[in-house]
């Protein structure tokens, strides 16, 4: 059973930089995939970026170059470094595992000031 905590949530101004943390109880080389996802208010949960177990890695279109997903496989964590930041990116950032079954974390909430 897999359990995962994000943090590092915040304000942060439009062009600013923020890093998301997301600690798992498990290896994070035992989980074939691990994922960042996004949900602001009144709209559906979307992914924002993914990283495969043999280190291939997605990025969504509105965030490629912006952002970056990285893991520490010594401190089970999965990160997400996130740069030149823009309003629309405000949300709840959720951090998921798959291994089998899918798990999910509780959410940090991302807030971005115009």
């Known amino acids: 059973q897999v359990q995962l905590v994000e943090s590092g949530g915040g304000l942060v101004q439009p062009g600013g930089s923020l890093t998301l943390s997301c600690a798992c109880s498990?290896?994070?080389?035992?989980?074939?995939?691990m994922a960042w996802y996004r949900q602001a208010p009144g709209k559906q949960r979307e992914l924002v970026a993914r990283i495969i177990s043999g280190g291939s890695t997605y990025y969504a279109d509105s965030v490629k170059g912006r952002f970056a997903i990285s893991r520490d496989a010594d401190k089970n964590t999965l990160y997400l470094q996130m740069k030149n930041m823009k309003p629309e990116d405000t949300a709840v950032y959720y951090c998921k595992a798959d291994s089998g079954f899918t798990y999910w974390g509780q959410g940090t909430q991302v807030t971005v000031s115009s």
């Open positions: 498990a290896s994070i080389f035992s989980i074939y995939a």
